[in-house]
């Protein structure tokens, strides 16, 4: 990672705060859809949280005939929640076993899941799994999931979804997915892959770097940046058809994409008045409204969720800090106080929480999270070249970009900083740029 440092408001550059990333000059992209790739991530998780509810997780019967750990597969995505602590199954148990509660009490356990998978003659498979409360000794439910074999880990993210829910009241977003930008030597590609790493596919391949991806509301396109024809342009992808088109290609620079809630609109950073401004920009490219009126660069902008404001980053007051003004234009206030470097921010689903990195002393760069009401600030992260936070639609998890082992890497974290997870693929390339999908339709 490069140092990050403030460009001039007459040269917007992507050393500059943010707009183009901190990680140096980018070039260009050849479009292309790509192949699934082989290469998978490892989830390393760390920390404890202060509360997790002990849940036992029995291997499904039969789950190795599917060539998926279905199990293995919940129970990672449980503990990496934050809100659960692992303990081990018991083998041969099915749904339709009947738990004796005493015993999985005595192993400190409060709730219990077991299953199996059947090949259907049709090639399908039917996953079946039933959750017990332990410390009640009742059943919560069960469920019957037929699936074709490519869908057998997102079955299995869709059975941890509703475990999560069933115990804890909110909804879980373990089948949802990731998009984030990979660099391996010279050649940079755009990715989606679920939420806990695996299953990646490239989306777009380049010579040079792809950057700023972001989501639309419905989860079916993404933006990005692309230096295709030798300067910053705006781009949304089809990510079903691999279709793409240009959004914002005007005199100048053209970067930080981020969509409006209802899908409609983005708004943009551009230069084609002189300096770096927010504009209002249609999906389709048409109608651009300038919406900051200042000598100043504003740019990594980002709706509040119920789309009446806008956050972004400003070095208006003579460094970079993090404002907020009416999405419809207006004045702004100043969001960040502590520190003199504020950059990257990201809003919670629920509007009450500002994730964004901070800058520690000359070089270190952090992960704060700020409760809105209050103004209350915490640092959650132990690493020090942090970057491009984004909340999970459900609020209670944080991905980011940092610097691990020599690498550019993913983390998740819970909002507190208790339990990590790192997503780190075994070669030699680096991941940046994370942005979280939206829950699925």
């Known amino acids: 990672m490069s140092t990050k440092t403030i460009a001039s408001p007459s040269a917007l550059l992507p050393q500059g705060i943010g707009a183009l990333t901190r ?5 260009g992209m050849a479009a292309g859809l ?4 082989l290469a998978q991530f490892r989830v390393e998780i760390a920390g404890v949280g202060a509360t997790r509810l002990p849940i036992a997780i029995s291997d499904f019967n039969n789950e190795s005939a599917t060539g998926q750990p279905l199990a293995a597969i919940i129970r990672a995505d449980l503990e990496r929640s934050g809100q659960f602590s692992i303990v081990p199954g018991q083998a041969g148990m099915t749904e339709t076993s009947q738990p004796q509660f005493v015993d ?3 192993r400190a356990a409060d709730a219990l899941a077991a299953g199996s998978a059947t090949r259907l003659a049709d090639g399908r498979f ?3 799994y039933r959750l017990w409360d332990v410390v009640k000794g009742t059943e919560l439910g069960s469920e019957s999931v037929p699936v074709v074999a490519a869908d057998l880990r997102l079955a299995a993210h869709k059975i941890a979804d509703t475990i999560y829910q069933k115990l804890t009241g909110e909804r879980g977003v373990f089948a949802t997915r990731l998009v984030y930008v990979n660099k391996a030597g010279p050649r940079y590609s755009l990715r989606v892959a679920d939420a806990d790493g695996e299953g990646e596919q490239t989306v777009l391949n380049s010579p040079e770097a792809i950057i700023s991806p972001a989501w639309s509301p419905d989860g079916n396109e993404v933006a990005y940046v692309s230096f295709e024809s030798r300067k910053a342009v705006v781009w949304i992808q089809d990510l079903r058809s691999g279709r793409r088109r240009k959004v914002a290609d005007f005199r100048g620079s053209n970067s930080a994409p981020a969509f409006s809630p209802n899908g409609q609109q983005l708004v943009v950073t551009l230069s084609r008045e002189g300096g770096s401004q927010l504009y209002l920009i249609n999906k389709d490219g048409s109608g651009a409204k300038r919406l900051t009126q200042t000598s100043a660069i504003d740019t990594e902008a980002t709706f509040s969720p119920d789309g009446a404001q806008i956050y972004f980053v400003s070095d208006r007051g003579g460094a970079p800090q993090i404002y907020r003004m009416p999405a419809g234009g207006g004045s702004a206030e100043r969001v960040t106080f502590n520190g003199n470097y504020n950059i990257s921010p990201s809003i919670s689903p629920d509007g ?4 964004y990195v901070t800058r520690v002393g000359g070089g270190t760069f952090k992960l704060c999270v700020m409760d809105l009401a209050s103004g209350q600030v915490q640092q959650i992260t132990d690493t020090s070249d942090d970057e491009s936070p984004s909340f999970a639609p459900n609020g209670k998890l944080i991905v980011y970009a940092t610097r691990s082992g020599g690498r550019d890497v993913l983390m998740t974290t819970t909002l507190d900083g208790k339990v ?5 693929t075994p070669g030699v390339s680096d991941i940046r740029e994370p942005a979280w999908g939206p829950f699925g339709n």
């Open 34 to 37: 790509a192949l699934p790739s």
């Open 23 to 27: 990680r140096g000059l980018l070039g």
């Open 420 to 424: 990590k997870a790192k997503l780190a």
């Open 126 to 128: 039917d996953v079946r």
């Open 104 to 106: 999985w009490r005595a």
């Open 352 to 355: 009450r929480t500002l994730a």
